[in-house]
């Protein structure tokens, strides 16, 4: 089966740094442009970064810029997402993505990883 | 940056009625958009891309159309399973993407 599942969610104090990582499995994950998206609580969604099939590409929303980083090990068919100097307007419901090739829009999801900022 | 409006932010339906919501992008994304079905605890469901794309195994009272800045997604009739919130979403680049603030479907 084609799927997506992200770890590394959980509790970061203000300020702190936390790394999500998605593991996919069922396809060639080097042939697709790979996303981050986020849904804060009982809000909509949010696109926060993308990167080209190789890496050699990335691309922020422009409140992320500057503290989150995307990456992608093709070699573990794992794509990352770095985060420092959170906040409490990092709180989140993350999810990895995968594009359609060709497209932007996401034809599979991670079932997400919760962050929370909170002191 | 483009923004994207959907309307309207609530709409209440029953079950068989035909629905459409609406998205309005702030400058033309061409046919560069996707509409998703969330349900609460899940992540989003592609529906359509390319503005009419019927993403493989949506059923086909799901429709889409629009070029430019005003698209509209139709459910022709109704399920107990439509009930969700809807999203859209531009994608003119790779470099910026922007969701609607979504439409929440519910029962009437």
């Known amino acids: 089966d084609v799927q997506l599942v992200e770890s590394g969610g959980g509790l970061v104090q203000p300020g702190g740094s936390l790394r999500l990582s998605c593991v996919a499995s069922?396809?060639?994950?080097?042939?697709?442009?790979m996303s981050w998206v986020r849904q804060a609580p009982g809000k909509g969604l949010e696109w926060v970064a993308n990167?080209?099939?190789?890496?050699?590409?990335?691309f922020y929303v422009d409140s992320v810029k500057g503290r989150f980083t995307i990456s992608r090990d093709n070699a573990k068919n794992s794509l990352s997402l770095q985060m420092k100097y959170l906040g409490a307007e990092d709180t989140a419901m993350y999810y990895c993505?995968?594009?359609?090739?060709?497209?932007?829009?996401?034809?599979?999801w991670g079932q997400g990883a919760l962050v929370t900022v909170s002191a | 940056d483009i923004q994207m409006t959907q309307s309207p932010s609530t709409l209440s339906a029953s079950v068989g009625d035909r629905v459409t919501i609406t998205c309005r992008a702030s400058?033309?994304?061409?046919?560069?958009l996707a509409w998703y079905q969330q349900k609460p605890g899940k992540a989003p469901k592609l529906l359509i891309y390319k503005a009419s794309t019927l993403q493989s195994g949506v059923p086909s009272r799901f429709s889409g159309s629009g070029s430019g800045t005003e698209f509209t997604l139709t459910i022709s009739c109704l399920q107990p399973d439509d009930f969700a919130t809807y999203y859209c979403q531009q994608y003119n680049s790779y470099s910026i993407y922007t969701f609607g603030q979504g439409t929440k479907l519910e029962i009437k």
């Open positions: 990167i080209k099939e190789d890496g050699s590409a990335q």
């Open positions: 993505g995968r594009l359609i090739k060709g497209d932007g829009s996401y034809d599979i």
């Open positions: 069922g396809f060639t994950f080097s042939n697709y442009y």
């Open positions: 400058q033309s994304i061409n046919n560069w």
